[in-house]
């Protein structure tokens, strides 16, 4: 069964620092990982994707299938990156797994 | 403006009774979803429909009813069999062909159960 593990629940990090959301996945076949990002009175939005191996807003996210890994990275935090970040599995016709989320404080 | 419309934002409800949550999308997307979104829990699947007139189970689908006889439309019924009903109801859409996997979500609907 596919499983999405995010095991950090809260992350305060201080303006400038860098900051990493670990994500683990299980999944049986060829997976597709996204990272989706909920802002304070926004909607869910998606942030990245992995097969786009593209920056957004500064933010990484390389797949490890080794270490069925998929961390969100991002060198130096903003105040603005204060938010909720779901790691997010695709288990088949877009149906996506969840993991539990991490909320992100930047401390200025 | 395009996107996914969800009413209504906020809904009390008296133990025993059922409570219908609208879905509406002008996207033109073919797959639509329902997600439940509890502190701590994240996001976990209710229901979802690829096309108009089918739909599936999710992971947490008891005490939950769906319908799709419009595409446009998605609505959720929260049963009064649903043994802990107050929380945060999430309607997503996205196309089903590319693969790409991106989810179009709306504001969300809060339930709370007197």
């Known amino acids: 069964a596919q499983r999405v593990t995010q095991p950090e629940k809260l992350l305060s990090v201080f303006k400038g620092a860098p900051v990493e959301l670990k994500c683990n996945y299980s999944?049986?076949?060829?997976?597709?990982l996204f990272w989706y990002v909920q802002y304070s009175r926004q909607r869910l939005q998606l942030l990245l994707r992995?097969?786009s191996r593209e920056s957004i807003k500064g933010f990484t996210a390389d797949l490890n299938k080794g270490e069925t890994s998929f961390h969100l990275k991002k060198p130096f935090a903003q105040e603005e990156d204060s938010a909720m970040y779901y790691c997010?599995?695709?288990?088949?016709?877009?149906?996506?797994?969840f993991g539990k989320g991490n909320q992100v404080v930047v401390i200025p | 403006d395009g996107g996914i419309t969800q009413s209504p934002k906020y809904l009390f409800r008296k133990e025993g009774q059922n409570v219908t949550l609208s879905c509406e999308q002008n996207?033109?997307?073919?797959?639509m979803y329902w997600y439940r979104q509890d502190p701590g829990q994240g996001l976990r699947l209710i229901y979802y429909?690829?096309?108009?007139?089918?739909?599936q189970k999710g992971d947490i689908a008891e005490g939950y009813s769906v319908s799709r006889e419009k595409k446009e439309s998605f609505p959720l019924t929260v049963t009064s069999a649903q043994k802990n009903p107050t929380a945060f109801y999430l309607c997503?859409?996205?196309?089903?062909?590319?693969?790409?996997?991106?989810?179009?979500f709306g504001e969300g609907s809060r339930l709370t159960v007197l």
């Open positions: 997503a859409s996205s196309t089903t062909w590319g693969g790409t996997g991106e989810l179009f």
């Open positions: 999944y049986s076949g060829s997976p597709e």
């Open positions: 992995h097969i």
């Open positions: 997010a599995l695709n288990a088949g016709n877009n149906r996506l797994a």
């Open positions: 996207l033109n997307h073919d797959a």
């Open positions: 429909s690829q096309i108009v007139n089918d739909f």
